[in-house]
C-alpha cells in the first residue's frame, strides 16, 4: 500500500507539470515581460525549494513515521537528491501558478517607456518588435512586444513609446500594450 502511495504522489506530480509545461505555460510567457518573470522566480524560488522537498518526501518514504526509522542518513540522503532532481519542475509549477494567480484581479494601470530595438520585418501578420525598457532591463536582454497593426506600421527602430501595462495581485505587471 505505501508503494502504491509513492507511485500515485509521483504521478499526480508529473501529471501537474505536464499539464503546466504544455498546456499552460505558453501563454503565460507571452503576458509578460521577460524581467518579471525573473523577478517573481527569484521571490518564489524558496517556495520552490520546499515543495520540491516536500513532494520527495512523499515520494521517497516507505517506514511509518512513529516508528523512528526514517531518521537513517540514506533516506535523508535519498530525499536531498530527489529534491534536486525534481526542483526544476517544481520551479516550472510555481511560477506558472504564480503568473496565473496574478491575474486574478487587476489592482491599477501604469505606463513605462519602450525603446524599440528591432522591428521584426520578416513576419508581418505577428507585428513584433524587441526593445528595453531604460534603467529597469537587464544589460543584453530584449523583451518581446506585440503591437496592433496601425503602431506596428508607423513605429521605426529606435524609437520611444509607451507601454501600458496592468498590475496584477502581487504588484506584477503584465498585458503589455504598445501605444505612441
Known amino acids: 500500500m505505501k508503494r502504491l502511495y509513492r507511485i500515485i504522489t509521483g504521478v499526480i506530480f508529473i501529471g501537474i507539470f505536464w499539464l503546466c509545461e504544455y498546456n499552460l505555460s505558453h501563454g503565460e510567457f507571452e503576458i509578460y515581460l521577460k524581467r518579471d518573470i525573473n523577478e517573481l522566480k527569484d521571490t518564489l524560488f524558496f517556495v520552490s525549494i520546499l515543495i520540491s522537498i516536500v513532494v520527495a518526501f512523499f515520494m521517497v518514504f516507505e517506514e511509518n513515521l512513529a516508528d523512528g526509522k526514517w531518521k537513517k542518513i540514506d533516506h535523508i540522503l535519498y530525499i536531498g537528491i530527489m529534491s534536486f532532481l525534481i526542483y526544476p519542475m517544481t520551479e ?53 512586444i506585440k503591437l496592433s497593426q496601425t503602431l506596428y506600421d508607423e513605429v521605426e527602430e529606435n524609437q520611444k513609446i509607451k507601454l501600458n501595462l496592468k498590475k496584477g495581485i502581487f504588484g506584477i505587471p503584465y498585458d503589455p500594450i504598445g501605444t505612441k
Open 92 to 144: 516550472k509549477i510555481v511560477l506558472i501558478s504564480g503568473l496565473k494567480l496574478n491575474r486574478i484581479s487587476e489592482s491599477g494601470q501604469y505606463n513605462e517607456p519602450f525603446i524599440i530595438s528591432v522591428k521584426d520585418h520578416y513576419s508581418n501578420k505577428d507585428n513584433y518588435v524587441w526593445g528595453r525598457i531604460p534603467n529597469k532591463t537587464e544589460s543584453g536582454q530584449a523583451e518581446k
